[in-house]
């Protein structure tokens, strides 16, 4: 029994925090190695109980009833019979010295007769506990769960995934990211939608134009391709359609897909934006039984129809949690059909266009590693999926980028292919360490001086921390606290700069701080993955920093900033809320802030 209890209480605990609570590769090997014990012994107990049941009862009929119990489970119900049969008994013994003779007593029969009723009533039952049964089935579900959580990628890969969705928008283009398996030419047609319309495409009283045909995604690039819209106007609504021109008998072709989307406006043009921020997603986490979903874009999309982009910050796939398939890029290719296979995802990423920077778990846990091994399949998982869709790069072989809405800049750093492990605080090579590399810490240093007064509002893109508010192990190799060198030149560069905020995610925490620079960061996490309980990594106020606001809690944490430099061009207006489903289930902010805006000019 103490075999039975240890087995499955451990095997509970670990499919339950693997599911529930922290989706750890090694608490998935434990489980692995739990469960065939669990179940072993709770099979052999349920045999066990079962047989000793069953020899009780052949021995009863033969009348050979036993005074104990053979079984644990029967104890009970056979010292009930043993009391019952010893009165029985008892009561013939004084009758019979109340007679004085030996001749036959109708209680003794009696007696005998209760024995063999109450055995009758123990040969009824399976001599199986009834919570033996339940654990089993609870046991074995668990496991199923497990290995559903799991094993899902490889058991439904998503081969015949359709993906029609907007990525970059600018003033006179936009980006139509496709993946579509089933071959036959493609076409995109396209008009804009005007106010007389109603907003609606089918309504719209304009013939559509043809972006032209063009070949269908090969498995070259696992039937993925991003096909550029141009001559758009500015600040204009647009319906696009996708069309297979393979006939059939009822049509000339197939329509595949439509999106809308809004151009931004002119470059330099006061502006709103309204736009989500947040990183870090798992399908299905916590785990619940049927469809996974992404759980953190189900709650986005209840603001969806005002969102005018999202701009996720990494660990949009977790290549290595809760377990690694492996370094081709088909493993890594798997992991994001799955996310765009989840209900939400499509209907979010057709709704709102989605830009995006990756972080480590795109590769591997707090990759460092520049581009050795498996860099080069993830990078190209990223790039056919997240990375052609962004808007371009300054080289075609990097994927860093910067971008303008109207007169609000961003520029979004690749804070993983060029860093160098920092090892030890207070080492004197630090100063040698870099998370940017030297081409790409150029690059922005030239956007600052280009920006800083032709831009109200610009937004630096870190997928990890550059507060030192987290200083565990961790976070002091990970984020920027672990480059003090190198944050501090970036800090020194932008704190010259006026209406600069940075946007980071990666600690599945949430915390809004002035940067000992002044300027102000929002770092939000998870969108939609674990959070570590009863644990608290951040340290407030660190290092001259002011430390606005902090939140733990809440599997599904993400940010909404509006923007507007239109009510006042000289000073911008940002707002940053803060929404989560531990707080209303996130219809209404969990916190709001409003900087300060400041002349820029």
């Not at 072709?253 to 989307?261: D, H």
């Not at 921020?277 to 759980?295: A, E, H, L, M, W």
């Not at 100063?431 to 509002?457: C, I, P, Y």
């Amino acid at each position: 029994m103490r075999a039975l209890h240890v087995a499955s209480i451990l095997h509970i605990v670990l499919a339950s925090f693997l599911l529930w609570v922290v989706p750890l590769q090694y608490a998935f090997f434990a489980d692995l190695a739990a469960f065939p014990v669990a179940l072993f012994v709770l099979v052999r107990d349920i045999v066990s109980s079962w047989y000793a049941s069953a020899i009780a009862v052949d021995l009863r009929r033969r009348g050979s009833i036993p005074d104990q119990s053979t079984s644990e489970s029967h104890e009970a119900s056979n010292s009930a019979v043993a009391a019952e049969a010893s009165g029985v008994r008892k009561r013939a013994t004084a009758a019979r010295a109340r007679r004085g003779s030996d001749g036959p007593d109708p209680t003794v029969s009696a007696a005998a007769n209760a024995s063999c009723a109450a055995g009758s009533r123990l040969s009824d039952a399976s001599g199986v506990p009834k919570i033996k049964i339940i654990l089993l089935v609870v046991q074995i579900a668990l496991f199923a769960m497990v290995l559903d959580f799991v094993y899902r990628p490889l058991v439904f890969p998503g081969d015949n995934l359709l993906i029609f969705r907007p990525g970059f928008v600018a003033h006179d283009s936009a980006k139509l990211h496709i993946r579509y398996a089933d071959g036959g030419k493609l076409e995109l047609r396209y008009r804009p939608l005007t106010a007389e319309t109603g907003g609606s495409a089918k309504a719209a009283n304009v013939p559509w134009d043809s972006a032209g045909l063009f070949d269908p995604p090969t498995d070259h690039t696992d039937y993925t391709k991003t096909v550029d819209l141009e001559k758009l106007k500015p600040a204009t609504r647009y319906a696009v359609e996708l069309h297979n021109l393979a006939p059939t008998l009822h049509a000339k072709s197939v329509l595949l897909g439509s999106v809308e989307f809004t151009t931004s406006p002119v470059p330099g043009q006061p502006a709103r934006l309204r736009f989500g921020t947040g990183s870090c997603i798992k399908p299905n986490f916590p785990y619940r039984p049927g469809t996974p979903d992404v759980y953190g874009f189900s709650s986005m999309l209840e603001h969806s129809d005002s969102l005018d982009m999202i701009m996720f910050l990494g660990d949009f796939v977790y290549a290595d949690l809760p377990l690694y398939f492996g370094t081709e890029t088909d493993d890594y290719r798997r992991l994001y059909r799955q996310v765009y296979m989840a209900p939400s995802t499509r209907r979010l990423a057709r709704k709102v266009p989605m830009l995006h920077v990756y972080d480590d778990h795109e590769i591997k846990n707090n990759w460092h590693s520049n581009d050795s091994p498996p860099m080069g399949s993830a990078m190209a998982a990223y790039a056919e999926y997240n990375g052609r869709p962004n808007p371009p790069p300054p080289t075609p072989d990097v994927a860093y980028y910067n971008f303008t809405y109207g007169d609000i800049a961003f520029y979004a750093w690749d804070t993983r292919r060029y860093r160098t492990l920092w090892e030890e605080r207070g080492s004197k090579d630090n100063g040698e360490k870099s998370m940017l590399g030297a081409a790409q810490k150029a690059h922005f240093a030239s956007w600052l001086r280009d920006v800083n007064h032709t831009a109200a509002v610009k937004f630096v893109v870190s997928s990890v921390p550059v507060t030192t508010g987290w200083s565990n192990k961790d976070s002091s190799q990970d984020t920027w606290r672990g480059y003090p060198t190198e944050r501090a030149e970036i800090l020194q560069l932008t704190q010259h700069i006026p209406n600069l905020f940075f946007l980071s995610g990666d600690r599945h925490e949430m915390a809004a701080v002035q940067l000992a620079s002044g300027n102000i960061e929002f770092s939000t996490s998870p969108v939609s993955q674990f959070t570590f309980p009863f644990i608290s990594m951040f340290v407030r106020d660190s290092e001259g920093e002011s430390t606005l606001h902090y939140r733990r809690p809440g599997h599904v944490k993400y940010g909404i900033l509006d923007v507007d430099t239109q009510s006042d061009p000289e000073i911008p207006r940002v707002t940053y809320s803060l929404y989560t489903t531990d707080v209303d289930k996130a219809r209404s902010p969990a916190w709001v802030y409003e900087a300060k805006g400041a002349p820029w000019r």
